[in-house]
């Protein structure tokens, strides 16, 4: 398994590459992205397959195999892609740009990066026992892996940071990116409220014990009630920022109201992380404590 082959290193730097173009902000150069993106996943699949000793090339001819041939060759060799749907999605509309007029947005950009670092954050690991930001830090600066949580500046620093950077950039993914990082903190405080509603998929603020949540943690002072009685024009927000691809859209949030949005969304990670450094416990289990006590008693 070589980490030093020339397929290997051009994925690398493509996805290097990416990061950096994303990062200076040019929304007309974002469609080199999205190209550089999904190029970079052919050849990090057809380096794989070559170490398997997999033939890239059609027929003996000079032409290599297909993104979909990659797909069959990597499952012969029990090479399990999970990220698969995303790939295909952004492979669709790597052709779109390819062959016709068109400039992605700044939120589809920013979402696709994230995608495709976390894959390869996984595969690099997976398949050739590397660290991913180890790998990139050798392309790109702390301050652009910072945006994707790829720098080794301190985690709080890093995460706050990286979201005033990526909201200088795209106040709409950095908002959704904001959004991603309190449900999860939500998650880690009363996990019982995911394993609950597993079979139905549900997201977390419609279960039963979500708004009993946030009511604990506004009576413990981790959040304050302004703050609270704002997270569901905080998720609605997010869902305009993440669904509404063109900046013409009527429904798209303004300036203003993205800026307040954000603000919001810093003060439930702080008010969260407080309450998950504190060792927490949820208002579902000190129910069960005080059950328990009447029972005794």
Request: glycine share 2%; aromatic share 12%.
């Amino acid at each position: 398994m070589s980490d030093k082959s020339p397929l290997f290193s051009s994925s690398v730097e493509l996805l290097a590459h990416s990061i950096e173009l994303f990062a200076q902000g040019n929304e007309r150069k974002y469609k080199f992205v999205i190209l550089h993106l999904a190029n970079a996943i052919e050849l990090i699949f057809k380096d794989r397959l070559i170490d398997k000793g997999v033939s890239i090339y059609e027929n003996n001819s000079n032409r290599t195999i297909t993104v979909w041939a990659v797909f069959t060759e990597l499952g012969k060799v029990n090479i399990k892609i999970p990220e698969r749907p995303v790939i295909e999605l952004l492979i669709d509309d790597r052709n779109t740009i390819q062959h016709r007029f068109g400039f992605p947005n700044t939120a589809t950009v920013f979402y696709y990066l994230e995608q495709v670092i976390a894959f390869f954050k996984r595969f690099l690991f997976d398949e050739y026992g590397v660290d991913i930001a180890e790998v990139l830090k050798l392309y790109v600066s702390e301050n652009d892996l910072a945006l994707f949580g790829l720098s080794e500046k301190p985690k709080e620093k890093d995460i706050y940071e990286s979201l005033d950077d990526l909201f200088r950039l795209s106040p709409e993914s950095a908002i959704v990116k904001a959004f991603n990082l309190v449900e999860s903190k939500f998650l880690a405080l009363m996990p019982e409220i995911n394993d609950d509603n597993k079979s139905s998929f549900r997201p977390i603020w419609q279960s039963r014990p979500f708004s009993r949540l946030l009511e604990d943690l506004v009576s413990r002072n981790f959040l304050t009630p302004e703050t609270a009685s704002k997270f569901y024009s905080f998720r609605d927000v997010r869902n305009r920022s993440a669904h509404h691809p063109t900046p013409f859209d009527d429904e798209l949030p303004n300036k203003e109201m993205l800026a307040e949005t954000f603000k919001i969304a810093k003060e439930f990670i702080s008010g969260l992380d407080k309450a998950i450094e504190s060792g927490y416990y949820s208002a579902k289990e000190t129910d069960k404590d005080t059950s328990s006590q009447q029972v005794s008693t």
